[in-house]
């Protein structure tokens, strides 16, 4: 089963749609929103069963250096 987490990312001043393109070429991601307010992005994500989320997260997504900080949600099946 996978794990479902969202990812708020803030983005290097003026670096949003360079930071929007990297993530769309990796595809990892499900969804990727841009936002207002704090962060510039909402990314929606779907570790793979048997992966470690904190390491897939910085292997996979964290290696974008115009990242200036990021928020991750874990998602629990709650019904």
């Known amino acids: 089963m996978t794990t479902c987490v969202f990812i708020q990312i803030r983005c ?3 670096s949003t749609y360079q930071v929007a393109e990297d993530i769309a070429l990796k595809e990892i991601h499900s ?3 841009s936002t207002s307010g704090e962060f ?4 929606k994500l779907y570790v793979p069963s ?5 390491k ?3 292997d996979k997504l964290l290696d974008i250096p115009l990242i200036e900080r990021t928020l991750t949600t874990l998602t629990f099946k709650a019904f």
């Open 12 to 14: 290097k001043p003026g």
């Open 31 to 33: 969804e990727l929103h």
């Open 40 to 43: 510039d992005l909402l990314m």
């Open 50 to 54: 048997g992966e470690d989320v904190g």
């Open 56 to 58: 897939y997260i910085n």
